[in-house]
């Protein structure tokens, strides 16, 4: 897909953007456990997709693939473990079985979980024999993928004892655990989540009650990004709220540092660029807490000649694909210079941006969705483009409305 920029007469008055795939997922795995919870406005996401057909099918599975799903290959090894009578092989893509699951099945081992490896030990694809966990206490590291411990907070409401998270090392992505946390709260389960121990208690069933999905604001960080690169005017997206259990609404605060200004009404966010901002030369975040922005930060220091250290990215080399040696390869085609370490991105800026660049995407739909606003400042071309349907399945339509055309 090859795009550039063409300026729109007017940007669209209302951007709706897909459910949040973190939420829905969560809420999915919870529907599972507790069937008189009704969902509305899941994710469209592939990742989300993928997980719901699952939850329906695995009495009846023998081989359950989910693909590229990252989260539904985490949350499923924590819920098959837990379904007495089933026994299921859980696989998934080339990439899926080369991202480890190691720390998150010994987990589940010392529960009393029956999870044997496939092929490679700590890696997919997994044979798990579903039976009744009696244990009620474990220890895990905490600067691992954080989805591997809610996972674990998911089904510890089903476990006849609750369930006691003690977590070691320096905690990473502790947002996306609060947000477990509170989701599971918001269903009625007690939870007490303090320093470094997460106590859920055993609920056997919850009451009739229906969930509205708040939309992803990760997906919102690309028309962050977008309007950080625009040279003027203001988009307003829904449905999001003020008081967001997702960490990556974050992006708001941010984004001030790009002179982007951020307005809650009703359900939506209006955009609007700082008319009297100046630009910095030289920005420093720590995303420890939502290192899923990374990306699309990195793209817009980019476009708006900002250097920039961005520290806090030790999980992104396990994500979809090695994120920050990707980003590295790509920002450099650029003209750009980026040094990574394991969990640092460093990127010293050209004030003239190459054109025509190819931009590989590994597989990963952030990397396409990162790269694409950069169209605003450079003609480039965005490789495999239908990566994006694993979290936003409509990003390429919604984008066009800003003015970044497919040219041909």
Not at 142 to 171: C, D, R, V, W
């Amino acid at each position: 897909m090859k795009l550039n920029f063409q300026k729109p007469n007017s940007l669209p008055q209302l951007i709706k953007i897909t459910g949040s795939k973190s939420i829905s997922n969560r809420y999915l795995i919870l529907q599972a456990l507790y069937p008189k919870l009704k969902l509305e406005g899941l994710s469209e996401s592939d990742d989300t997709l993928v997980l719901k057909k699952a939850l329906e099918s695995f009495q009846n599975s023998e081989v359950i693939d989910v693909h590229h799903a990252g989260t539904a290959m985490r949350f499923l090894t924590a819920f098959l473990a837990t379904n007495a009578n089933n026994s299921i092989v859980l696989t998934g893509s080339s990439r899926m079985q080369e991202r480890p699951i190691g720390i998150l099945v010994d987990a589940l081992r010392d529960l009393g979980a029956n999870i044997e490896y496939q092929k490679n030990t700590d890696f997919p694809p997994l044979k798990i024999e579903g039976r009744d966990l009696l244990k009620n206490e474990l220890k895990i590291p905490a600067n691992i993928s954080s989805q591997f411990i809610s996972a674990l907070m998911l089904i510890a409401p089903s476990l006849k004892e609750g369930l006691n998270i003690q977590l070691t090392s320096n905690l990473t992505s502790r947002p996306y655990l609060e947000m477990t946390a509170k989701i599971l709260k918001s269903i009625g389960i007690q939870v007490e989540f303090k320093d470094e121990n997460i106590q859920i208690s055993y609920q056997p069933h919850v009451d009739y009650q229906t969930v509205s999905i708040e939309s992803d604001w990760s997906s919102a960080s690309y028309f962050y990004s977008a309007l950080a690169l625009l040279p003027e005017g203001e988009i307003r997206l829904a449905e999001y709220h003020k008081d967001s259990i997702q960490g990556d609404a974050k992006v708001a605060e941010i984004y001030k540092q790009f002179g982007i200004e951020t307005q809650f009404k009703s359900n939506t966010i209006k955009l609007s660029k700082n008319k009297d901002f100046t630009l910095p030369k030289f920005i420093q975040l720590d995303l420890n807490d939502t290192p899923d922005l990374a990306q699309t930060i990195a793209v817009t220091c980019l476009g708006l000649n900002i250097s920039c250290i961005l520290t806090g990215l030790q999980t992104l080399k396990v994500k979809e694909t090695d994120r920050l040696q990707a980003l590295k390869n790509e920002i450099e085609k650029f003209g750009a210079e980026v040094n990574i370490t394991d969990s640092t991105l460093e990127m010293k800026t050209s004030s003239e941006l190459n054109s025509g660049v190819k931009i590989e995407t590994y597989n990963d739909h952030r990397m396409a969705m990162s790269f694409a606003p950069l169209a605003i400042k450079t003609d480039l071309h965005i490789l495999n483009p239908k990566v994006v349907t694993k979290s936003f399945p409509d990003f390429w339509v919604q984008i066009n409305a800003l003015g970044i055309k497919e040219i041909y």
